[in-house]
């Protein structure tokens, strides 16, 4: 399978093609690759019994070269009067069958069909630097030139960068006249001419005169670096091929160049026809230059790819350093694709992450393929939507260890993903009008799980629900009342209904597909005890205000990304208000803070201040998420240390099969918010 990268947005910026040729200077012949690495492509195309024609010769040795090896029947032209008697005056002795004239390309004194092959090197992107319309119209007079002198069949063969307007015109003109188009990449990245300070990717473009018939379908190829010969089935198609082959050169170089320690550099390999990224590569360099291992490849299994460790920078620094590795790359596979092993995946990567080899690595090594067990991993991608609030989602069935299986909610946009533990459960059912039984296996989804720290701690805040009395000292969650905004996948109000059915719950989604969500797949099952409703939050909470409620605790769950969720304008002051309003005298508000900047987070706790008399705070995970407990009241001096007691009957009602919550050690953690 063919690879390549499809991001090649800054080779459109006029900006950027300054820069090389500011410091590509006069020598183009440095810089269009030298014989040893032309010859390859050149030799299958000319002859030595073939006459050619070198339009804009200038000073490059490229026809010496040629002539050195036998192609002897060579002229050079060029408009420069210096350069023609230089190279005349250079070659006469050593090369005297071999011509130099002065002469314009665009318009020659040569007869029609003299020439085999027309041969330029850098001419044709010397002389179009723009796509102006005076200097398209002597494109053009070059082009009908170089057609008029070659016979049938003959090939006009270009060495040049093809940049964007240079591409667009013989992608163009070319095809429209019924010429055959092959365009090979010149391997120029490992020359031993120092002088490249800003080497670009070099292409032999290879256009054969034919004449063009009625209805002739347009011949498109281009060579891969494996020497394979690819059609293309539209211009637009061949254009995108030659950009990523020009990304990806250049990425190459640049990674092989220098280290990047700090910076993770990523792109992504497309297969021939898919609209997704097939792999997305990162390179880590961890900058320990103790570690004996040089270079490696690590495989991420499918449906592994959203979890801390390979989807973020620090995730994945830390991943390089625990594997050992100078430099690793990490790849991950797109759900929109089909894997068939882990092997398989190793031989469509192998020609391509070798390549991003770090500095001095020593060629013929063998370079290790890592990943988790010996399996590719599996994915099942149940449902897709898209959020009116939360954006586009997934919900996948994902296979971590084997036996081990989870459901996850992922977001497309960028939030942390949540996900479900699934547990095999057997049943036997008895075949019909017989008395044998069939024993049948399906996934069930665990309510006894959560899937992040920071849900443990919002849980410990219930311990501080005492009742709805000064006097009442035991945690009273059976016939609490408790509010929580959801923005997941509604696992935390499924887990206390699973261990509390009694508790009053009330359910609030931003929006009805995430509702649907977590109903369809991720059993929240609303009853006379647990209602759920779809609407914006701060909007429900009001409305409910003078409707009766008398809460023990407000928790909320959502991850404010979005411009209508942020946090600043959720959690104002009209909101706190009313939900001061719909707590009890001894009720807790439970909520999540997600900012890294400490003032940012001082300014929300002051905030929360003026409502609450009371406010505990822990962070969780990390230091960007804290999650804050603010109580109503502020009279009992042991409030603490009977929160602390009451964690002991949590605990005991919240035990999981998998492990044991540690609620009090949350109590410990807790930070006074003093103003």
């Avoid at 964007?164 to 990245?189: A, C, S, Y």
């Avoid at 797109?334 to 068939?340: D, G, I, K, L, P």
């Avoid at 370079?367 to 009116?388: C, E, H, I, M």
Wanted: proline share 4%; hydrophobic share 35%.
């Amino acid at each position: 399978m063919d690879l390549l990268p499809r991001n090649h947005s800054e080779f459109h910026s006029p900006q950027y093609w300054d820069q090389f040729f500011q410091k590509r200077g006069t020598k183009a012949f440095e810089w269009y690759g030298e014989y040893p690495e032309l010859c390859g492509i050149l030799h299958k195309y000319i002859k030595p019994t073939d006459k050619i024609l070198m339009v804009g010769c200038g000073n490059s040795q490229l026809s010496e070269n040629l002539y050195d090896v036998g192609y002897h029947n060579i002229i050079n032209i060029d408009i420069s009067d210096t350069v023609i008697r230089q190279m005349t005056d250079k070659n006469k002795k050593c090369r005297p069958d071999m011509k130099f004239i002065k002469m314009d390309v665009k318009k020659t004194n040569f007869s029609d069909g003299e020439f085999g092959v027309v041969l330029d090197k850098g001419t044709l992107d010397a002389l179009m630097v723009d796509d102006s319309k005076e200097v398209v119209a002597d494109i053009d007079a070059m082009f009908t030139e170089i057609g008029r002198v070659l016979k049938q069949g003959g090939r006009y063969m270009c060495i040049s960068l093809l940049q964007d307007h240079i591409m667009n015109k013989v992608l163009q003109f070319f095809p429209l006249i019924g010429w055959p188009v092959r365009v090979h990449k010149v391997n120029t990245e490992d020359s031993e001419n120092k002088e490249k300070e800003f080497n670009m990717p070099v292409f032999a473009a290879v256009f054969t005169k034919f004449k063009k018939l009625p209805n002739m379908k347009q011949i498109l190829e281009v060579g891969s670096s494996d020497d394979k010969i690819e059609r293309m089935d539209s211009t637009e198609k061949m254009h995108t091929v030659l950009k990523e082959m020009q990304y990806y050169a250049i990425m190459r170089q640049q990674i092989k160049k220098r280290e990047m320690v700090g910076e993770q550099v990523s792109f992504s390999l497309y297969s021939e026809v898919s609209v997704a990224p097939r792999y997305t590569l990162f390179i880590v360099d961890s900058g320990d230059q103790k570690f004996t291992n040089k270079f490696g490849i690590f495989i991420v299994p499918e449906g592994r790819e959203t979890e801390w460790m390979f989807s973020t920078d620090e995730g994945r620094q830390q991943l390089s350093k625990s594997a050992g590795f100078c430099r690793l790359v990490v790849v991950t596979l797109n759900r929109a694709h089909t894997y068939e092993t882990l092997d398989t995946i190793k031989s469509e990567l192998s020609p391509h992450v070798l390549e991003l080899a770090p500095p001095n690595f020593k060629l013929g090594l063998q370079v290790p393929f890592l990943s988790l067990g010996d399996q590719k991993g599996s994915r099942t991608v149940r449902f897709q939507g898209n959020s009116p609030t939360l954006g586009e989602l997934v919900v996948e069935d994902i296979v971590t260890d084997p036996g081990q299986y989870r459901r996850r909610l992922v977001f497309t946009e960028g939030l942390p993903y949540c996900e479900a533990i699934l547990n095999m459960q057997r049943e036997k059912k008895q075949k019909k009008g017989k008395h044998k039984t069939k024993e049948t296996e399906k996934l069930i989804l665990d309510k006894s799980y959560l899937d992040g720290d920071y849900l443990t701690t919002m849980v410990a805040g219930l311990s501080f629900v005492t009742g709805q009395t000064d006097q009442a000292k035991e945690c009273n969650l059976s016939d609490s009342k408790v509010l929580v905004i959801e923005g997941r996948n509604g696992g935390l109000p499924t887990l206390l209904h699973h261990n509390f059915p009694q508790m009053e719950l009330t359910v609030v989604f931003p929006d009805s597909v995430i509702q649907q969500v977590a109903t369809d797949w991720f059993d929240f099952s609303p009853d006379s005890n647990m209602q759920g409703y779809s609407d914006n939050p701060a909007k429900f909470v009001s409305s409910s205000e003078g409707q009766g409620l008398l809460l023990d605790a407000v928790v909320i769950d959502l991850d404010y990304l979005k411009s209508s969720l942020t946090m600043e304008s959720f959690l104002q002051e009209s909101f706190l208000s009313d939900v001061k309003k719909l707590l009890s005298p001894n009720g807790v508000l439970i909520c999540k803070c997600q900012c890294a900047e400490e003032e940012k987070k001082k300014t929300l706790l002051h905030q929360l201040y003026r409502h609450f008399p009371k406010i505990y705070s822990t962070n969780c995970e990390d230091m960007s998420l804290t999650v804050v407990y603010a109580l109503c009241c502020d009279k009992k001096r042991d409030i603490l240390d009977t929160a602390t007691s009451n964690c002991k009957y949590l605990e005991n009602k919240l035990k999981r099969r998998d492990t044991d919550l540690d609620l009090s050690r949350t109590m410990e953690d807790l930070t006074l918010f003093d103003p």
